[in-house]
């Protein structure tokens, strides 16, 4: 097996999706791919509680941190933690267009220093053993043509990054929110297809837009992976689709057994309740569960509203099933 097929299919960090509850949730259904924490500062791990910050169940692996810097010494002391701590892979954010990242000089103005950014792959990758991998955009506000991105790519290789995640737009740093960057500036992904052409040696991953499984055929035919964001926390089981068709070889539709996943999501939530985690904070992450399905409206409803409460019981989830059951009949749909 290739080191890409490591990267064929992947789920993108989330500020506020990816956290411990939802990678877990998400390998209920997915076991195969390939995992991305939120994007947690350096100075967090180095000053910051760390247990809150980057423990995670062993069935989370495959596992990426993503780390938001531009300090070496500071991202080094930060790899080393998370390596230690059973990460598989680094990942340095350089494509976060928000105003809090842009104000910390990290995220995608650091594509405008691809010398910073150079040094800082080469000392992480000095310093830990696991993947350094880079997650970056195809340009920024008017540095956007693909000598820029390809001289980027070659300087930041250069220093020992062979996988680059690319975001098929470019970001605009001033006028539009880290929500409009997503969507506004146009997607182009023939740009990360000629990298891959261009750089056959590095590990190529395309990111922005893939919401079906006839746009990951088409992307996996041109670059050696895929990142899935929105589409994942939206429509999860989604994900089993895409398994089963990319990564299993089975070509087939991949079937979840939902109330399965309830039930262990039901056995984990009373785990984390020892340790005084509140139901809300694991149950809001599946409120995407029976997207598209019979009673799916009343059963959101439902979770959502009990699971509030700080008193709320992880038995909560299993009497939903009850109510999806109900609405079921009523031929209520989403």
């Known amino acids: 097996m290739s080191a890409a097929a490591g990267w064929r299919v992947c789920v993108a960090p989330m500020m506020d999706v990816t956290d411990r509850h939802c990678r877990y949730f998400l390998r209920q259904i997915a076991p195969r791919v390939r995992l991305y924490s939120e994007m947690i500062t350096a100075d967090a791990i180095i000053h910051g509680d760390r247990a809150r910050l980057l423990d995670f169940d062993a069935a989370e692996h495959p596992l990426a941190l993503q780390l938001g810097g531009h300090d070496p010494r500071s991202l080094v002391s930060a790899a080393r933690v998370a390596a230690a701590w059973g990460y598989d892979e680094i990942n340095l954010n350089v494509g976060c267009p928000s ?15 691809a010398g910073r950014v150079a040094h800082c ?6 310093a830990v053993s696991v993947p350094v991998s880079i997650k970056t955009r195809i340009g920024v506000d008017d540095h956007d043509s693909y000598e820029f991105l ?18 098929a737009r470019k970001a605009i740093l001033k006028g539009l929110s880290a929500r409009e960057n997503r969507e506004i500036p146009p997607l182009q992904p023939g740009r990360v297809h000629r990298l891959k052409r261009e750089f056959p040696q590095l590990t190529i991953v395309t990111n922005g837009g893939i919401r079906d499984l006839e746009t990951i055929r088409h992307e996996l035919a041109a670059v050696d992976g895929v990142m ?3 589409k994942a926390a939206e429509d999860p089981c989604f994900l089993a689709a895409v398994e089963a068709g990319f990564l299993t ?12 996943v309830v039930e262990r999501m039901a056995d984990y939530a009373a785990r984390q309740a020892r340790h005084g985690v509140p139901l809300h904070r694991v149950a809001r992450h599946m409120l995407g569960l029976y997207h598209g399905q ?10 959502a509203e009990g699971a509030r409460g700080t008193q709320a019981s992880p038995r909560l989830l299993t009497a ?13 749909i989403d």
């Open 121 to 126: 792959v080469e000392a992480m990758a000095e």
């Open 99 to 113: 105003d809090r990242v842009r104000e910390g000089r990290f995220g995608a103005c650091l594509m405008l220093d």
């Open 320 to 332: 939903s099933l009850g109510v999806l059951h109900a609405a079921g009949r009523d031929g209520i």
């Open 249 to 260: 070889g089975t070509d087939a539709e991949g079937g979840v057994d939902r109330e399965q």
């Open 294 to 303: 019979r009673g799916a409206r009343a059963w959101r409803r439902f979770l």
């Open 150 to 167: 390809a001289g980027f790519v070659e300087r930041v290789a250069g220093a020992g990054c062979n996988t680059f995640i690319v975001h």
């Open 228 to 230: 899935i964001g929105r």
